[in-house]
């Protein structure tokens, strides 16, 4: 892969931007091919956790909240509501499941598997799969409860 190969030229690992870089790149290429894609790279470098969104025509943004596919719209209602810089990990990662429930709630093509990751300094974790389908009632009787 172009990470290790950088890895065995540099003697260290490729940063964040650099593998969104490389990405964006080769897709860049395929550009009025028929590919369509959206895809968020993430990691931990020097500088520190980075997330960058890459699409099928090469266009690369860094950012540090973002939301890719057909229901991203339903997604970014909620996190637009709901973010903000402080929150804790815990209220992080309930904020992006209830964003991806909404996504998959609102928009048949979103699939209906919410796979949650937390990125820290040391890798990724995998923190949960959760299917929508009881998420649902889960959510309703929240809003019966307010």
Not at 12 to 34: D, F, M, P
Request: some cysteine.
């Amino acid at each position: 892969t172009w990470g290790r190969l950088h890895e065995l030229r540099n003697k260290e690992r490729i940063s964040v931007a650099a593998a969104s870089k490389i990405l964006s790149n080769i897709v860049y290429h395929y550009r009025g091919t028929g590919l369509s894609m959206g895809t968020m790279i993430c990691g931990w470098d020097k500088k520190g956790p980075g997330l960058y969104y890459v699409d099928s025509d090469g266009t690369r943004m860094e950012n540090h909240m973002f939301s890719v596919g057909s229901g991203s719209t339903y997604a970014y209602g909620v996190m637009d509501q709901g973010y903000s810089y402080d929150l804790s990990v815990p209220e992080a990662l309930e904020l992006g499941r209830r964003a991806i429930f909404h996504a998959t709630h609102r928009d048949a093509y979103s699939g209906g598997t919410i796979n949650l990751y937390h990125m820290r300094q040391t890798g990724w974790v995998k923190i949960s799969a959760t299917d929508v389908g009881p998420l649902y009632y889960e959510y309703e009787a929240q809003k019966l409860a307010e």
